[in-house]
C-alpha cells in the first residue's frame, strides 16, 4: 500500500510540474511576443527618421507636403499600405519607395505608423516615451492589424 500511495504522490507531483511548466512557456512566449512587437515598432520609427519623416512629419501627424497617417479614418491595411510605399501614391504626390525599402522594413514602418494612429504610442522616440522615460511597452492585446 505505501508503494502505490507513493506513486499517486509522484504521479501527482509529475502532473503539477508538467502543468507549471505549461504555465511558464505559455508566459514566456506571450512575454517574447511584445518585445518582438515593440522591436518592430522600434525599428519603423528608425527607418521613418531616414526616409518619411521630411514629408509626412516627425510623429507621422503630417505637413503641407504629405497627409497625416495617424488620423484614424485613414487607417489602411498593410498590403495597400506597402503598395503605396513600394510605388508610390497615385497622385504622383509621394515617390517610389521600392528600391531603398525592402518589405520587411516596410512591414516595420507600418507597424510604427499603426501604434501613432491608434494612440497606442505616444509622440517621441519609442525607447524614451515609456513609463519612467524608459522604452514604450506594447498595451496587453494590441497589435498591428495587418
Known amino acids: ?70 488620423d484614424p479614418n485613414e487607417k489602411m491595411a498593410l498590403k495597400e499600405f506597402r503598395t503605396i510605399v513600394k510605388t508610390g501614391s497615385a497622385d504622383g504626390q509621394m515617390q517610389a519607395w521600392d528600391k531603398l525599402l525592402d518589405d520587411r522594413q516596410i512591414a516595420q514602418v507600418y507597424d510604427y505608423v499603426r501604434a501613432r494612429a491608434d494612440k497606442v504610442l505616444p509622440p517621441g522616440r519609442p525607447d524614451e516615451v515609456g513609463a519612467k522615460g524608459g522604452p514604450w511597452a506594447p498595451p496587453a492585446g494590441w497589435s498591428p492589424q495587418r
Open 1 to 70: 500500500m505505501i508503494s502505490r500511495g507513493l506513486a499517486l504522490v509522484v504521479l501527482a507531483a509529475s502532473a503539477g510540474v508538467l502543468a507549471d511548466l505549461a504555465v511558464l512557456r505559455s508566459q514566456g512566449q506571450a512575454a517574447g511576443k511584445p518585445q518582438e512587437l515593440y522591436q518592430s515598432v522600434y525599428n519603423g520609427w528608425k527607418t521613418w527618421h531616414v526616409y518619411c519623416y521630411r514629408c509626412h512629419g516627425t510623429n507621422a501627424v503630417g505637413t503641407t507636403l504629405a497627409p497625416n497617417l495617424t
